[in-house]
Structures are given as C-alpha cells and as structure tokens.
C-alpha cells in the first residue's frame, strides 16, 4: 500500500454543475460564498480526485454524502464521479447565527485501510427560499464524467419557490407614553414584510413635557436556541438610525421610511427619507423570521422605537414584525 503527501484539499475537488453562472452568497460578513440552490432544485456536480504522477492510492471506497457510494480497488491520475441528489430535502434556508449554524455541505469520503487513513472534503453551499434562483437541467450520465462537466448545462425556466404572500397583514397602531409627561401614538402599515420590502409608518406627539433631544429607530434581531435549562437567547442591532433630531412640539408628525433591501446583504449604507439623511451603522445580514427550525431554534425581528431625552433617559417601545422571502 502506498501513501503521499498533501491534505485532502489538494487531493479532492469538489465542483457543481454551472458553478461560475450560479449566483454566490455570504452567510455573515466574513464567510466565503458559495454557490446558492433553491430549495426544491436538484444538487449536482462532479468530485475529482487527484493522484501524482507515477503514484497510486490504494482505497475501501468512496462515499459522497447524503445517499451515494462508489467503490473501486484502485484510482490512477485522476477519476471523476457524477452525484446527483435531486431528492435530497433542503426544507430550511441557510443560516448563520449567534449560537445557531444552519449548514448544507457536500462530504466526500474515500475509505482507505489502516495506517493511510480516510480522505475527506466538504464543500459548502448555501439554501434559500428564492425566487430568482435558477434551476437547470441535469444532462443525461456520460461515459466520461470530466467531459460531462466541462459541458455547459442549458438553464430551465425560474422556478418560483419562494414563501407566498401572507393573506393577512394587518397595521400596527399603538399608544404609549408616561402619565401627565408624555403621550404619543406610531403607526406602522403593516406585521408581514418580505425582504425588499418598505417599513412606512408615522409617530405622532399628543402630549409632549419632557425635553426629548431625539428618536431612533432599530431593527433588533433575536436569536432563540436549545430548549429547557440549555435554551440560549441573544439579540443583536441589525441597523439603527435617527428619525428625529431636536425637541418635538404638540401634534407634530415624523414620517419612517426604512428599505429593508438594504440589509439584505451586510454592507454600509446611507438611509434618504423625507428631509433627513443620516449614516447608518454596518448592517448585519437580514434573514426571514425563523420559528420552531427543526425543534432547534427560533429566530424574531423587533422593531424598536427609542426617544432619549436631554438628560439622557431612554424611552423605548418593541413591536414585533414578521420577514419573509417574497419571488422577485
């Protein structure tokens, strides 16, 4: 039996069909992108396996995970395999969290014998409830599976596998304030956005006697894993900004305007709404409401409306809002 040098990710390669004309995605701002898939669209590729020049690699099998296994005694050079798990379910969109990792991979193992050990390679790609991701065509099996994917696949038709519209979505109108100081009313147009959607919405100032020196607004995510003694809860600002700077008078009305397409994709951004314009903090990606994933972890989005008065005492209201992923 003989051995070689190198790791695994020299030695296997993993590449799916069409992977330069699929579009990539980060999960978090400093994660790698991977090539995304909707989640009823068959995942296939080709692993190739390399071997020196003038060496061999003695093996129990290859496995390519989630349902194939390919055995042969022996591999020259380089041997290519064709997976194709059209019935493999994805039926939760990828995610990356505070204490929750919702991963999609594909592991190839190659079985060798005492003392050489196991290869193994994972390539990661990314899931989501998307619309504007393609489908294509898987080609019929040829006898030469590195031609087969040196073919380029025809693309089929979108396919629109995103979450559909909610059929009710009602407004929120809510009064809160502190007895004989302040009182104010904020209106949001509706509970349900999807992810290029627009937050509108009004607060008004019925009664104002405290010295407010401004309002902002925040959307706060909050993250829920485990359950019972082991249940873990972290909430983080996904973007804050400034809706009004400078004492407000009795009657008066500040409009909101928040496009949550965004944050969608971590970047710096700079929020125009009405008359003013303000920085925004590094936006963390935005991801639709997660609840009850798999019995391991629910994810919430809160609207949080805070006023700071001279004195810098903070006043503040949570509303939650549920996201959703809508077909482009």
Do not use: W
Not at 70 to 90: G, T
Not at 148 to 174: D, F, G, L
Request: with cysteine; glycine share 6%.
């Amino acid at each position: 039996m003989f051995g070689f040098g190198g790791s695994s990710n020299d030695r296997i390669a993993i590449t799916f069909d069409n992977e330069d004309a699929r579009p990539k995605k980060k999960l978090s701002n400093n994660a790698v992108a991977h090539p995304v898939f909707a989640n009823i669209e068959p995942v296939t590729g080709v692993v190739e396996i390399r071997v020196p020049q003038g060496k061999r690699l003695e093996h129990q099998g290859i496995k390519i995970e989630v349902i194939g296994q390919a055995r042969r005694p022996r591999l020259l050079l380089i041997d290519a395999y064709p997976f194709d798990f059209s019935n493999a379910e994805k039926p939760y969109e990828s995610y990356n969290g505070l204490n929750v990792r919702l991963r999609y991979f594909i592991r190839v193992t190659v079985t060798r014998g005492y003392p050489s050990g196991n290869l193994v390679k994972e390539q990661d790609f990314v899931v989501q409830r998307d619309g504007s991701v393609r489908g294509f065509v898987v080609p019929p099996r040829r006898r030469d599976a590195r031609a087969r994917h040196r073919r380029s696949t025809p693309p089929r038709p979108r396919r629109r596998v995103a979450q559909p519209a909610p059929e009710v979505n009602n407004t929120i109108k809510m009064e809160v304030g502190i007895e004989e100081c302040l009182h104010i009313e904020f209106e949001y147009d509706k509970t349900k956005y999807h992810l290029n959607d627009i937050i509108i919405g009004k607060v008004y100032f019925l009664l104002v006697r405290i010295k407010i020196k401004h309002m902002e607004l925040a959307i706060i995510r909050r993250e829920a894993a485990g359950s019972g003694p082991q249940m873990y809860n972290d909430s983080e600002t996904i973007t804050k900004f400034e809706v009004m700077d400078g004492a407000p008078v009795r009657g008066e009305c500040i409009p909101i305007r928040l496009f949550l397409s965004n944050f969608v994709r971590a970047r710096r951004v700079r929020l125009v709404f009405c008359f003013f314009c303000h920085g925004l903090i590094i936006a963390q990606n935005l991801t639709p409401t997660y609840r009850n994933i798999n019995n391991k972890f629910n994810v919430r989005y809160y609207l949080n409306l805070v006023l700071v008065d001279q004195e810098e005492r903070r006043y503040f209201k949570q509303q939650e809002i549920t996201l959703y992923r809508a077909a482009e």
